[in-house]
């Protein structure tokens, strides 16, 4: 049973006090979800896939993976408020058998609102078992919902008595995706829930993005900065119990030139996360110049964590860095 106090903050978290001022509405009151199905072909020997995107529906490289079975799905969660894109991608070819990154496998991203926050080029969610990425398990999907008051996709990996589901859930009219992770009972020793963003812009590359970037995190308690030439490891203490990532440098409606003078564009909004600090038995935040990576550990007898998502990047929810960070400090936590 959870205590008064974290009953009271999530309440507060997934109740409807959450919604930003000012958000336009959309003409219907139901999430709309597309899921295009798995989309398999195999790669050419010079790294094309035998299928175009399934967001941008143009060819797709894939050096490294010549020859190889590939798949890829997308799922779309439209709130009315916000717009979340799923992009998931799995090669099982044996060549790859202990050469994918374990942390953070570029299997599950996130492509909308925007391709920056929450990540679009490597995974932004992933779960350790053991220290194992559930990257290197093909995953299976199940949408439920879609025109309705809520709806989602539950993603399943692992078989047998080691099957590990989170299940994203949107509500209409919300611009955040609650997320419940569901662990299987006694099978693991070790259990780690990782995310990365790339807050407000990625600015890359990192040779000549790191004079531009500057993020920060924000909690209830601080706000820190990123050193521009080495990561630090942050923990989160039990009253810090959401994160603003943000780039001050990088803001919403900041004008932007490409290094070449050819293209300019305006900043976008930060990300935001929260959990429960109950839950856990650690939460820390490697904070770089870069991604900002947060891995958030459990005992192994916790039947499920709970985190939610917000991504104020675009679309009618996008915020500023500060209206982002001030609403969250408005929240009083008894």
Same mark, same amino acid.
């Given at each position: 049973?959870?205590? %008064?106090?974290?009953?009271?903050?999530?309440?507060?978290?997934?109740?409807?006090?959450?919604?930003?001022?000012?958000? *336009?509405?959309?003409?219907?009151?139901? =999430?709309?979800?597309?899921?295009?199905? $798995?989309?398999?072909?195999? *790669?050419?020997?010079?790294?094309?896939?035998?299928?175009?995107?399934?967001?941008?529906?143009?060819?797709?490289? @894939?050096?490294?993976?010549?020859?190889?079975?590939?798949?890829?799905? %997308?799922?779309?969660?439209?709130?009315?408020?916000?717009?979340?894109?799923?992009?998931?991608?799995?090669?099982?070819?044996?060549?790859?058998?202990?050469? %994918?990154?374990?942390?953070?496998?570029?299997?599950?991203?996130?492509?909308?609102?925007?391709?920056?926050?929450?990540?679009?080029?490597?995974?932004?969610?992933?779960?350790?078992?053991?220290?194992?990425?559930?990257?290197?398990?093909?995953?299976?999907? +199940?949408?439920?919902?879609?025109?309705?008051?809520?709806?989602?996709?539950?993603?399943?990996?692992?078989?047998?008595?080691?099957?590990?589901?989170?299940?994203?859930?949107?509500?209409?009219?919300?611009? +955040?995706?609650?997320?419940?992770?569901?662990?299987?009972?006694?099978?693991?020793?070790?259990?780690?829930?990782?995310?990365?963003?790339?807050?407000?812009?990625?600015?890359?590359?990192?040779? +000549?993005?790191?004079?531009? %970037?500057?993020?920060?995190?924000?909690?209830?308690?601080?706000?820190?900065?990123?050193?521009?030439?080495?990561?630090?490891?942050?923990?989160?203490?039990?009253?810090?119990?959401? =994160? =603003?990532?943000?780039?001050?440098?990088?803001?919403?409606?900041?004008?932007?030139?490409?290094? $070449?003078?050819?293209?300019?564009?305006?900043?976008?909004?930060?990300?935001? @996360?929260?959990?429960?600090?109950?839950?856990?038995?650690?939460?820390?935040?490697? @904070?770089?110049?870069?991604?900002?990576?947060?891995?958030?550990?459990?005992?192994?007898?916790?039947?499920?964590?709970?985190?939610?998502?917000? $991504?104020?990047?675009?679309?009618?929810?996008? +915020?500023?860095?500060?209206? *982002?960070?001030?609403?969250?400090?408005?929240?009083?936590?008894?």
């Amino acid at each position: 049973m959870f205590c %008064r106090k974290l009953i009271v903050l999530w309440i507060l978290f997934l109740g409807t006090t959450l919604s930003l001022p000012g958000i *336009v509405e959309s003409v219907y009151a139901q =999430v709309i979800i597309k899921d295009t199905g $798995d989309i398999t072909g195999v *790669v050419s020997d010079t790294g094309v896939w035998s299928n175009k995107h399934p967001r941008w529906q143009r060819d797709v490289i @894939l050096k490294g993976h010549e020859g190889h079975a590939y798949l890829m799905r %997308r799922i779309q969660i439209d709130t009315g408020a916000s717009r979340y894109g799923l992009l998931y991608e799995y090669c099982c070819d044996s060549s790859h058998q202990g050469t %994918r990154t374990k942390t953070f496998s570029n299997l599950l991203t996130m492509d909308m609102p925007g391709l920056q926050n929450w990540s679009s080029t490597g995974s932004f969610f992933d779960v350790l078992c053991d220290g194992e990425s559930l990257g290197e398990k093909q995953a299976s999907f +199940k949408v439920f919902g879609s025109g309705e008051d809520k709806g989602g996709v539950e993603i399943s990996w692992g078989s047998d008595n080691k099957v590990v589901t989170a299940r994203f859930t949107a509500q209409s009219q919300d611009v +955040k995706l609650p997320v419940d992770i569901l662990f299987p009972k006694d099978a693991f020793n070790t259990l780690d829930i990782c995310l990365r963003c790339y807050p407000n812009e990625y600015a890359a590359p990192w040779a +000549k993005g790191a004079d531009v %970037r500057n993020r920060h995190i924000a909690t209830a308690k601080r706000d820190m900065a990123a050193d521009k030439n080495k990561a630090a490891k942050v923990a989160l203490a039990n009253d810090e119990p959401w =994160v =603003v990532y943000y780039d001050s440098a990088l803001d919403k409606g900041v004008a932007r030139t490409s290094a $070449d003078g050819k293209a300019s564009w305006l900043g976008s909004g930060p990300c935001a @996360l929260a959990y429960i600090p109950e839950e856990v038995k650690a939460a820390n935040i490697i @904070l770089d110049n870069y991604n900002i990576d947060t891995i958030l550990s459990y005992s192994t007898g916790l039947p499920e964590a709970h985190v939610i998502l917000w $991504d104020y990047g675009f679309g009618p929810s996008s +915020k500023s860095n500060q209206e *982002v960070i001030d609403y969250f400090k408005s929240m009083k936590i008894e």
